[in-house]
């Protein structure tokens, strides 16, 4: 009798496959950084400024201080107590300016009425130690002569002025651009009448023609009523230096 056939062996059932190992905190990925754009270095390159202004041959270029400097004349008026004034910083403005202005307030000079400006002016003790001769040795004299009165004040129409002369563009610079000059409309006497510079009805014609007259002298620069359009009205009183000398006049 035949053996049975033994029955076929079932293949072992399959493992399972191991799970990915986690990757370390040491092995994260690192994202690759995109690449940058590549620069445009013509856009990025500064742009040269302005060349500098060269300067003329033989010029030297200064630096002056803001504050006042000193002055000799300022210092004698101070200490003389003739001019009334404040100091002020130097005046730079493009072509015009000054190194020592003041704000001129009043006139004293000793032993003669007082002068006060209205309104104060910007100018130079130059101008004002000029207006303290002009005052105590004419003006004052002058209005007891032809006014029976001392004058106590007058109207100061233009100091410094950032300008050209008679305001014609084009023209030279005006001593006003330095500081340097003093209009005056009218003169105020102690009672309080005014007289007026051109005008003719005036009865204090003759005071106005002599204060005009000596004011030649202690200012190098006189011009008013019959000088030319520009001056009808006021006296102009300068320092300007001119001639060989620097003190040539010119009193029109």
Known sequence: MPQPRPAALKPPPALPEPKPKPKSLTEKSVEKPAEAEPRNE??????????????????????????????????????????????????????????????????????????????????????????VTWVRDSLQPMALKHLGEAIKGFQSTGGYQCRPRNHVAGAKMSEHAKANAIDIGYFQQLSGKTVKVGDPTEPGLAFMTEIRGKACGPFTTVLGPGSDPSHAEHFHLDLAKRGRNKNALYCK
Do not use: H, N, Y
């Open 42 to 131: 013509e856009a990025t390159k500064e742009k040269p400024g302005p060349e500098p202004t060269p300067v003329p041959p033989g010029t030297v270029e200064v630096e002056f201080p803001i504050e006042p400097v000193p002055d000799p004349i300022c210092d004698a008026l101070e200490t003389s107590k003739e001019a009334e004034f404040e100091r002020l910083p130097r005046l730079t403005e493009g072509e015009c300016g000054a190194l020592t202005p003041i704000r001129l307030i009043a006139i004293r000079p000793k032993d003669s009425q007082p002068v006060v400006l209205d309104p104060p002016i910007t100018t130079q003790c130059a101008i004002a130690s000029s207006l």
